[in-house]
């Protein structure tokens, strides 16, 4: 048994480097590569380049996804070890999901971006009309 929890020692360790040699410094190679697709766009305004202005997008792009993968592993982490229980980490992912489901605008028939109360009648008279033509033609 002693050796087996060695092995599992050692392979952790060698995963823990594989991680950070793969993945780690995630943030820090976003960051640069956020200023290397800077640097090409202010070229880019010199001279015509967009092959590699489109590479380095793609670039920063596969890296903001990492960057996603690893915050939501986290949260999957963390999620699994406190769970639903009344701690504040999940009072702070239930006000975090309220913010992120709440609608903050809506755009009407003509065009226009609504907020607050204009939001608000627009989704009632929305729904009066609705239910007003639903038990005309039922």
């Known amino acids: 048994m002693e050796v087996v929890s060695k092995l599992i020692k050692e392979c ?9 040699s793969s993945f780690g410094y995630v943030h820090e190679k976003l960051a640069a590569a956020r200023k290397r697709l800077e640097d090409l766009q202010q070229l880019n305004a010199l001279c015509s ?3 590699r202005v489109d590479e380095a997008r793609g670039e920063v792009n596969v890296w903001l996804e990492m960057e996603e993968v690893k915050w939501k592993q986290r949260s999957l982490v963390q999620w699994l070890k406190d769970g639903d229980q009344n701690t504040r ?3 702070s992912q239930a006000s975090q999901r309220r913010k992120r489901n709440m609608i903050r605008s809506l ?3 003509t065009g226009v971006w609504l907020e607050g109360e204009e939001r608000d009648s627009l989704v009632t ?5 609705l239910f007003a033509s639903s038990l005309q033609s039922g």
């Open 125 to 129: 008279n929305f729904f009066k009309d």
């Open 89 to 91: 980490f999940f009072h």
């Open 12 to 20: 952790g360790k060698e995963l823990a480097v594989w991680n950070r």
């Open 107 to 109: 755009k009407d028939e």
């Open 49 to 51: 380049d967009s092959e």
